[in-house]
């Protein structure tokens, strides 16, 4: 039997890989692609959490984060294509009429 | 000889995370996108090790399915795939590494100092049941909500990607 | 069977909420009958919202909890609703008027865009489940960064939405693994469980600050709180007006709610209030995470707005300042600091619609917020140029405008004897000095200042129905700040939180 502090561990560890990518990034699909990442470590411990608790709760929480995540991909990706048709580029630093 | 699902768990883990570091670091976006569908795909077999295999089923379906296919929409739509490989910016990589390294350092700390709430795990029932019964019972106006939230998605995305 | 009773018995006391939905469907339907720009939907969606405001008033003294405990009715949430409702009825209006929008290619999306905010702003006002409180907040976060890139074909609009949904995906990213780790801890998801479960087990210090700074990320993101306020101004700047308008007012206001509930309940000792103060689990301090958020608002939103030169990137870290303010009325943790969070609350409200309606009319006419165009402009258009000086001055706090009565009872509140926030009303009060610098700035901008040929430039005139809003926005700036009674009034009835008396 694999420990909680095993999971939470692993979940941990992908949280900061998702962390690092949001920051050091700079192509925006990939920065989408690190939050993805966080949001799975978060899924994850929640998982591991409701499995050992023996409780489905954070399970359900769990649903409701993966249909807002497939909600939010959706309209990130229109953003980044209307942004792309505009601009012709997802490059963040090349994104800077604004101070970034 | 250790069990099966400790070797199944290293395995496991060792999935998702060695491609979850392709995917922040590789170069070439289209690596990225492949590598975030097998790191999703080891966190389904880790869902499965701990018996959500309604979650499991869920994030195959969901993420592999819907968003990694609409990720690889994007990177086609957006870049050309011969040269999609996209200069990066390596300024602010020891900041970042110093900021990650504290969160990282804080969560194992607290991750492995506070005493979790444990009761019964979950043994082999299966959730789905429970699940289901949990959405239409006590979850059932978060469950109402999200296809609200569902809506919203898909009145924004047509509205960004219609034609002028 | 009695899950079937309760969710029919919750479904009568929903029904604010239903009318907003049911609004925005209809327009919805509405929309794709009419296929052109038509004043229709937004009439359709300001009625819906009446209806609602009818439904919500005849829940004032209500105190009851919905749906197998995932929202609660309370005073405190009704207040809230009124002012969602009011400010987003203020901003369908000010879409009729902002140029930015009817140069959009997009029709008459906004007004169920901003119908789905104001049902997520409800909910996040009313809900006690950490899923529900997740869900409402993600609800009106992805409506916001739709509506943050509305004129799409503008290139800074798209930029400022990408840059919000990046930022608030990933502060939501960090409040959900804050309150992962509080359901790995309490095995609960409902903040009464939650509470109750934290007074009655020794929490770890570490764990509790990390889960409180966590989840605070993602709801100060929300209220656009130091230091999670990086895309305020891009996104301020870049957005339509009335969009910036409505996220500055419903959008943070609809932050501060959330905040303030999930603060005061998940860690309340007991649900007694003993002289109107909020007894707190001993050991959780959760106040100094509010205060250093707070007094790092106040600062920088303060000092950095003394050099923008674009009038919405200064109204975007005068919000910052703003949101410091408030949420010194929750550090105080009584039912006092309370009402004067809520009255400052509904001073903005009025005072920052006025300033961004004066903001939508000269960018109409000058097709740019850059403060050194604005020079002389006071000359040509001396009646918004006027209101724009009250406007300025309300949100610095003078005397005899709204502003003025909210820091009154910010500070009368942090003062209290013994509580030793006597240091924290000083820094506000200072704070209050170095804004009226750069409210100043932009009324001497328009009248102390002449452009070479103002003189030779013609006055500018806007059309009967402007005039008539802008009035009816002043009216209150003044009137209430001279006859606050009522909003006093309100606001203490309404600083009653469900569960806690």
Known sequence: ?100 | MPELTTILFYIFAFITVGFAIIVVSTKNVMYSAVSLFMSLFGIAALFLLLRADFLALTQVMVYIGGILVLLIFGIMLTTKITDAEIKTNNLSYIPAAFFTTGIFVILIFVLYTTKWNQKTPIQNEETISQIGKALLSSYVLPFEIASIVLLVALVGAIMFSRKK | ?501
């Open chain 1, 1 to 100: 039997m694999v420990e909680l502090n095993y999971y939470l561990g692993l979940s941990s560890i992908l949280f900061a890989i998702g962390v690092i990518g949001v920051l050091v990034r700079r192509n925006a699909i990939i920065i989408f692609m690190s939050i993805e990442l966080m949001f799975n470590s978060i899924n994850l411990s929640l998982i591991s959490f409701s499995s050992f608790l023996g409780d489905v709760t954070g399970q359900i929480l769990v649903f409701f984060i993966i249909a807002v995540a497939a909600a939010e991909a959706a309209i990130g990706l229109a953003i980044i294509i209307a942004l792309f048709r505009n601009k012709g580029t997802v490059n963040i630093d090349e994104i800077n009429i604004l101070k970034w």
């Open chain 3, 1 to 501: 069977m009695n899950n079937f009773t309760e969710i029919l018995k919750s479904i009568n006391s929903f029904l604010p909420e239903l009318s907003v939905i049911t609004t925005l469907l209809l327009c919805l339907i509405a929309d794709i009958i009419i296929r052109k720009k038509s004043p229709i939907v937004t009439i359709i969606a300001i009625a819906g919202l009446l209806v609602s405001a009818y439904f919500v008033y005849m829940q004032s003294a209500v105190q009851e909890s919905l749906f197998s405990g995932m929202l609660v009715i309370d005073p405190f949430a009704v207040f809230f609703k009124y002012l969602f409702i009011l400010s987003s009825i203020i901003i369908l209006i000010f879409f009729e008027f902002s140029n930015e929008i009817k140069e959009s290619t997009h029709k008459n999306e906004y007004s169920y865009l901003i119908l789905s905010l104001v049902l997520g702003a409800f909910l996040m006002a009313s809900s006690v489940n950490l899923l529900m409180m997740y869900l409402s907040l993600e609800l009106a976060s992805l409506t916001s960064y739709i509506l943050a890139g509305y004129s799409k074909s503008e290139k800074k609009s798209s930029e400022s939405s990408m840059k919000y949904l990046i930022y608030g995906a990933a502060s939501s990213g960090i409040m959900l693994y804050g309150m992962s780790l509080l359901y790995g801890f309490t095995g609960s998801l409902d903040i009464y469980e939650i509470s109750r479960y934290l007074a009655t087990n020794p929490t770890p210090n570490a764990f509790i600050y990390l889960t409180m700074i966590m989840i605070a990320a993602g709801l100060g993101y929300k209220t656009s709180s130091v230091p999670f306020h990086f895309w305020t101004p891009d996104v301020y700047e870049g957005s339509p007006t009335p969009v910036t308008a409505f996220l500055a007012v419903t959008s943070s206001a609809a932050g501060f709610s959330l905040i303030t509930r999930l603060f005061l309940t998940t860690f309340l000792g007991s649900t007694q209030i003993v002289d109107g103060a909020f007894s707190i689990i001993a050991g959780i301090h959760w106040q100094e995470i509010i205060i250093v958020i707070s007094v790092a608002s106040m600062i920088v939103g303060n000092f950095v707005a003394i050099w923008q030169k674009s009038l919405k990137r200064l109204l975007g870290y005068s919000s910052i300042a703003q949101g410091g303010y408030m949420l010194a009325g929750l550090v105080v943790a009584d039912t006092i600091g309370l009402t004067a969070m809520l009255i400052y609350l509904s001073a903005y409200l009025f005072m920052n619609l006025g300033a961004f309606f004066v903001t939508i009319l000269i960018v109409n006419k000058l097709g740019t917020d850059d403060i050194e165009q604005m020079k002389g402009l006071g000359y040509r258009l001396p009646f918004v140029g006027v209101a724009m000086a009250v406007f300025m001055l309300a949100l610095s706090g003078i005397p005899a405008t709204v502003g003025f009565i909210g820091k009154f009872y910010l500070v009368t509140a942090l003062m209290k004897p013994g509580a030793g926030y006597l240091w924290f009303a000083i820094v506000l009060m200072l704070n209050s000095v170095v804004s009226l610098f750069f409210y100043l700035k932009v009324v001497k901008s328009m009248f102390l200042e002449r452009a070479d040929n103002t003189d030779e430039l013609p006055g500018i005139k806007f059309s009967v129905q402007s005039y008539i809003i802008l009035i009816l926005l002043l009216i209150p700036t003044i009137f209430f700040g001279l006859y606050f009674g009522p909003i006093v009034k309100l606001a203490e009835s309404s600083a009653v939180l469900f569960g806690i008396r």
